[in-house]
């Protein structure tokens, strides 16, 4: 039942408009901690009959979940002080939520489930891709589901998220999983293949969302994935994987200049020479203008949108001799800052930012554990012995996953989006699962089957 739960909120709450609006996030918000209930519940079962739920590394394993605790403490007193409570409440659930859904992951689901919800996250992905082409071909994404979309985004694929940029983030995520799977050593060429789709409809997504902040984040996967993405050959092979592939990506990227069309003439029209007149830059220097009030503690969980009329404005205005601001920004409302990492400045101050760095460090050390593994196995072999590490695949696609929303995160909130947090989640949690019950030399994965 706890697996049942969790694969139901990861798995359908992109098709019911990211989870966005309350009546969406509280019944999938519930759904998580229904889950942990069954899981509570099966580990008490497990202490009376003796039964071991959990066998790997439990010091390893913890160690993520022990990194987030400073912070879910510090974010738990800053809801408290918050003046909007529900605003707050849904700020500090988009950390708490995933973190109830990793746990019941990584200690909870047995080998067979992990892979499966790996093959069903895979399956749900292309089935979003497919969905926002499609409809974009079809009605030109005149519709999100059954909703009428914004005006605003004429021409902009936004699959089942009302926002392109959002569809552009979850279709990141999608590429990221194929490409571990395509640069993965170990897997067979017949399975390399029937990923394929998956890329092609990752990459059509990105392109006809037309987001800007997508396409920069394609190219920082591809960078990430030159550097980590061919661990499992010699050194000389490498770098001749790298160089040859940079030149193929090159060539490809010329193309996509020349033919691009109204995708490439977004970057184009930008204010790239006077930045100031951007629509982000001006969101994040507001932000930071209402960080500055309280700079070590941050103005509280999910007040941006609240205190967003104090701080609009740009700071060149002067009351006294009637002159307005440069920017007196009062033509609409900001409900997001469109940069995450700023947001987090904003709300939580310096000391939130310092202790969520500390819980996000103790995540990827985690990942980083498992990659360096198969490399150091990889060398003491010559690289020629195969080495049983299924896991490896998803390992390097959860890797490419937190590079490219950390990235992404610079210029938009994906990471606002409950159902994008929560896939992003799951993608992470189950490689770790895989690390944290592996043999330190054998390569195999312990635990139930």
Not at 74 to 79: E, G, V
Not at 131 to 149: C, F, K, M, P, Q
Not at 226 to 240: D, E, S, Y
Not at 349 to 358: K, P, Q, S
Request: aromatic share 14%; hydrophobic share 50%.
């Amino acid at each position: 039942m706890s697996f049942v739960c969790c694969a139901a909120v990861v798995l359908v709450a992109p098709w019911c408009l990211a989870a966005w609006e309350m009546w969406w996030f509280w019944p999938f918000a519930v759904g998580l901690f229904l889950g942990l209930l069954f899981f509570g519940v099966r580990l008490l079962l497990a202490a009376q009959s003796g039964e071991r739920v959990f066998t790997g590394d439990r010091l390893l394993a913890l160690r993520g979940v022990y990194g987030f605790l400073p912070f879910l403490g510090y974010a738990s007193i800053r809801l408290f002080q918050a003046d909007v409570l529900m605003d707050a409440e849904r700020s500090f659930l988009l950390f708490l939520t995933p973190l109830v859904l990793a746990v019941q992951i990584v200690f909870g689901f047995t080998r067979k489930q992990l892979l499966l919800l790996y093959l069903l996250l895979l399956a749900d992905l292309l089935l979003l891709g497919g969905y926002g082409v499609i409809n974009h071909r079809l009605t030109g994404s005149e519709h999100v589901l059954w909703r009428d979309a914004y005006e605003s985004y004429a021409g902009r694929a936004s699959g089942t998220y009302f926002c392109p940029d959002h569809f552009s983030g979850i279709m990141e995520l999608g590429f990221c999983l194929a490409l571990g799977i395509v640069l993965a050593r170990n897997v067979k060429w017949p399975r390399k293949v029937m990923v394929f789709p998956l890329a092609a409809v990752a990459l059509g997504g990105v392109y006809l969302s037309k987001s800007r902040g997508g396409g920069l984040t394609i190219g920082v996967i591809v960078a990430a994935a030159l550097v980590w993405g061919f661990a499992q050959w010699p050194w000389r092979v490498q770098w001749a994987l790298r160089i040859g592939v940079s030149a193929g990506l090159a060539v490809a990227l010329g193309v996509l200049c020349v033919a691009g069309g109204s995708y490439i003439e977004r970057f184009r029209n930008y204010p790239w020479k006077d930045i100031r007149k951007a629509g982000r830059f001006q969101y994040a220097a507001s932000a930071l203008r209402a960080w500055r009030s309280a700079p070590w503690y941050g103005i509280g969980p999910g007040m941006h949108q609240h205190l967003w009329p104090h701080f609009a404005a740009s700071e060149d205005g002067d009351r006294e001799a009637g002159k307005w601001p440069t920017f007196p920004n009062y033509h609409y409302h900001l409900y997001e800052v469109h940069n995450d990492w700023v947001q987090l400045l904003e709300e939580y101050g310096l000391i939130g930012v310092a202790l969520f760095l500390g819980a996000a460090l103790s995540v990827l050390s985690t990942l980083f554990t498992g990659y360096y593994r198969e490399v150091r196995d990889r060398i003491k072999t010559d690289w020629r012995r195969r080495i049983r590490r299924p896991h490896y695949p998803m390992l390097l696609g959860a890797i490419l996953a937190c590079a490219a929303m950390a990235f992404h995160s610079l210029g938009d909130f994906n990471l606002q989006m409950p159902a994008t947090v929560w896939l992003l989640a799951a993608i992470v949690a189950i490689p770790v699962a895989f690390i944290v019950r592996e043999e330190p030399r054998g390569g195999t994965a312990n635990g139930r089957e």
